[in-house]
Nanobody, 118 residues
Framework: QGQLVESGGGLVQPGGSLRLSCTASIDIESADVLNWYRQVAGKAREAIAAVTKPAVTWYEDSVEGRFTISKDVAKNMMFLDMANLGPEDTAVYYC????????????WGQGTQVTVSS
């Protein structure tokens, strides 16, 4: 059973930046896709960024141009660099590693709170 652990959340002022990290106990090169999700209180969890095995990235419209997803396969880590943060980015952020097909898996971190407020 794989484990993912997020870190780097906290309180940041509007317009500020933050880097979230996710450390995996699995070989992240085995994942078909690595994702970052976020969940605002009272709302459904939503995908905001993804990077596939061949390093193709995808971003949800509201974070495109402000957030950057990356991975370090040597360290089994993934990152979410967030810039120009606004109050609407306040949420619990989750990392996810997913492998499809036979032998597949779907691992989640426990979440890290990001609060954007002055």
């Amino acid at each position: 059973q794989g484990q993912l652990v997020e870190s780097g959340g906290g309180l940041v002022q509007p317009g500020g930046s933050l880097r979230l990290s996710c450390t995996a106990s699995i070989d992240i090169e085995s994942a078909d896709v690595l994702n970052w999700y976020r969940q605002v209180a009272g709302k459904a969890r939503e995908a905001i960024a993804a990077v596939t095995k061949p390093a193709v990235t995808w971003y949800e419209d509201s974070v495109e141009g402000r957030f950057t997803i990356s991975k370090d396969v040597a360290k089994n880590m993934m990152f979410l660099d967030m810039a120009n943060l606004g109050p609407e980015d306040t949420a619990v952020y989750y990392c996810n590693a997913r492998r499809l097909g036979l032998g597949g898996y779907d691992y989640w971190g426990q979440g890290t709170q990001v609060t954007v407020s002055s």
